[in-house]
């Protein structure tokens, strides 16, 4: 059974960076969509960015220009590089797996980590 273990998050100035990473380990990492999600409080679980075998990558309109998700298909871990960070994307952020097919259908991910906080302050 895969694992993914988020790392990355903190306590961060809006306008910041930050870059979280996930690691994963069970199953072939590479033939799989990786997805990033957030949770704020109070708030459904969204859609953050996801990227797929390609490399091709798709985001949230919230977070497009500003955060970028990469792989690394050798190390079986996928990255969010997050810039510019504003008030608003303090949340919870998941890391997923899912099949090819994926997309940003929450619903479509059946493997995920167990969180890590960002907290983005003024």
């Known amino acids: 059974q895969v694992q993914l273990v988020e790392s990355g998050g903190g306590l961060v100035q809006a306008g910041g960076s930050l870059r979280l990473s996930c690691a994963a380990s069970?199953?072939?990492?590479?033939?799989?969509?990786m997805g990033w999600f957030r949770q704020a409080p109070g708030k459904e679980r969204e859609f953050v960015a996801a990227?797929?075998?390609?490399?091709?990558?798709y985001y949230a309109d919230s977070v497009k220009g500003r955060f970028t998700i990469s792989r690394d298909n050798a190390e079986n871990t996928v990255y969010l590089q997050m810039t510019s960070l504003r008030i608003d994307d303090t949340a919870d952020y998941y890391c997923?797996?899912?099949?090819?097919?994926?997309?940003?259908?929450?619903?479509?991910?059946?493997?995920w980590g167990q969180g890590t906080q960002v907290t983005v302050s003024s």
């Open positions: 997923a797996a899912g099949p090819l097919a994926a997309g940003r259908a929450r619903s479509a991910y059946d493997t």
């Open positions: 069970g199953r072939t990492f590479s033939r799989y969509t």
């Open positions: 990227i797929i075998l390609s490399g091709y990558t």
